[in-house]
């Protein structure tokens, strides 16, 4: 991935070795037995909801099945308006049956439900109550605000998730207090040690899944993990697989099994069977478009150097024929985000979509031309960022918001059909989590933030607001019928069980500009 040379070779370039590019470390990783992780307890995965409709939500845990003589596990749904789950407050007893066949998950679409209501969930079995989980069915009409959180990428051996641990405790005051969390993708990891980084103690006894057996060992150790255990009890969840999940592309070996264990772990509607690109409405004031960046791309393109792939060594970066969405996708997204008649549309991605150049258009080149450092991203199909955001514009669509994921690092962007037109108006406003614990340049010995940011801004002056490559953590957001709010929140270590958390940048749209503002921290 260029991405991490090109870190380096900015530090080389601008003599910054000596100003923070220090050496990698080389952990001794530990022996890795190949054994199918196992929790412990009647519900060792916890409790988690997800895809919430005005009338529904989708409610998930998986029972332990040391207790499973054969003929599966037969658990009672309780479904409460109070979280005592007391007398005429439970409004449903719903039966589920957690089987060997679905690694003893079960999945309960639940409906009949309230508009706008807070609900609590658990579940009982043999005598053995799970914990209690909290969710919230989506409004219909008028809405005064929706508070979201954004993801991604969580490789667990390395590090502790003091950034969920944060993020679970915005629950307990109502004024951080959130409605949804988006999971852009990389929940897991097929590999398990991996870019000379190791935490003692977070340990992966599989290198390599392949098998639907090894990932789904996989998400139970994932899920074994009570800060992300937290957060799934506190909010209800959007989801979407990433390469690291186990597709990286359409043909890859694993997929099979790593998708299929994604549906089993994680509760998730499809808009077609097997798809994870949906839309979820709350109210008039929001639409969120939940895409699939793996599963109908074309091939990506090799990578050239250090410094980014050019437009000319690579002139099929322009190619208007290349896509990442697929046609299907790409129609129902372009007429979902033309024809919504909510008042903002969120995009959640899994892949960076502002352009990461390192060098951008020279006089004469087309509009898109440039250096680009990571073209699996959409910098590797360029033609159709440009026809999503050439829709955009042809069809005067306002307050679009974009969601990523993947590059590890913070980032926020406002995104034109021209970026390098300052008259160009900006058509999206992108906001980009940095990992939860996944290896970033902070890690890895690249050039800090000091050396790089400068020239980041000085080749992308007109679309890229702000970057950070040193932190972990996560987006938080308040959108609102007059603008939207956002947050990059950062624990201050992922090496240690509990941390402090620290906001690296206060952000703010403007409603009907899809510019970023930045604020005071």
């Known amino acids: 991935m260029q991405r991490r040379a090109f870190?380096?070779?900015?530090?080389?370039?601008?003599g910054a070795i000596a100003a923070g590019c220090a050496p990698r470390s080389n952990p001794t990783y530990p022996i890795q037995t190949g054994e199918l992780f196992e929790g412990i307890g009647p519900y060792p995965s916890g409790v988690g909801s997800g895809d919430p409709t005005p009338d529904s939500v989708l409610l998930w845990t998986r029972a332990h099945p040391e207790r499973d003589t054969g003929q599966g596990l037969l658990l009672t749904t309780e479904v409460s308006t109070s979280p005592q789950f007391g007398v005429g407050q439970?409004?449903?007893?719903?039966?589920?049956?957690?089987?060997?066949?679905?690694?003893?998950c079960v999945t309960i679409n639940v409906t009949g439900l309230q508009p706008a209501t807070t609900?609590?969930?658990r579940f009982r079995y043999d005598g053995l109550t799970s914990p209690t989980g909290r969710t919230r069915t989506s409004p219909v009409g008028g809405v005064d605000r929706l508070r979201l959180a954004a993801f991604s990428c969580q490789r667990y051996t390395h590090g502790f998730y003091t950034a969920h641990s944060d993020l679970a405790g915005l629950a307990e005051d109502p004024s951080t207090d959130l409605d949804l969390v988006l999971c852009l993708g990389d929940y897991v990891y097929e590999t398990g040690y991996a870019d000379s980084v190791y935490l003692p103690g977070r340990d992966d006894p599989i290198q390599q899944a392949v098998t639907q057996d090894q990932f789904r060992a996989k998400y139970r150790m994932y899920r074994s993990d009570p800060d992300l255990q937290a957060v799934h009890a506190a909010y209800p969840m959007i989801n979407v697989f990433d390469n690291h999940d186990g597709l990286a592309a359409p043909g890859d070996n694993q997929a099979t099994g790593a998708i299929a264990a994604f549906f089993e772990h994680l509760p998730v509607r499809s808009r077609l069977p097997g798809r994870i690109d949906r839309s979820l409405r709350w109210g008039d004031l929001a639409e969120i478009f939940m895409t699939d960046q793996r599963s109908f791309r074309d091939q990506t393109l090799e990578e050239e150097g250090p410094l980014g792939t050019s437009t000319t060594e690579r002139p099929e970066i322009l190619d208007p024929n290349r896509t990442m969405l697929g046609a299907e996708q790409r129609n129902w997204l372009l007429n979902g985000l033309s024809g919504s008649s909510a008042q903002w549309k969120v995009i959640g991605s899994q892949l960076m979509f502002w352009p990461w150049r390192s060098f951008g258009r020279l006089p004469g080149q087309?509009?898109?031309?440039?250096?680009?450092?990571?073209?699996?991203?959409?910098?590797?199909?360029?033609?159709?960022?440009?026809?999503?955001?050439?829709h955009l514009e042809q069809n005067n669509v306002r307050n679009t918001l974009l969601f990523s994921g993947d590059s590890h690092v913070f980032s926020a962007a406002q995104i034109a059909p021209d970026v390098d037109n300052p008259r160009s108006t900006p058509r999206i406003a992108e906001f980009g989590t940095g990992s939860v614990t996944s290896n970033n340049a902070d890690e890895n010995g690249y050039p800090t933030d000091d050396s790089t940011r400068p020239y980041l801004r000085m080749v992308n002056p007109n679309h890229l607001r702000f970057f950070e490559s040193e932190r972990h953590g996560y987006a938080a957001a308040e959108i609102t019928p007059g603008g939207t709010s956002v947050e990059f929140r950062s624990p201050r270590t992922i090496r240690q069980t509990t941390s402090a958390t620290q906001v690296l940048s206060r952000m703010r749209v403007a409603t009907d500009t899809q510019r970023v503002e930045l604020l005071a921290p």
């Open 7 to 14: 870190l380096a070779s900015v530090g080389i370039a601008g």
């Open 90 to 104: 439970i409004i449903a007893e719903l039966p589920a049956l957690a089987t060997a066949q679905r690694d003893h």
């Open 119 to 121: 609900y609590w969930y």
């Open 366 to 390: 087309p509009r898109g031309s440039g250096v680009y450092l990571n073209l699996t991203q959409w910098d590797g199909y360029v033609a159709e960022r440009l026809a999503i955001l050439d």
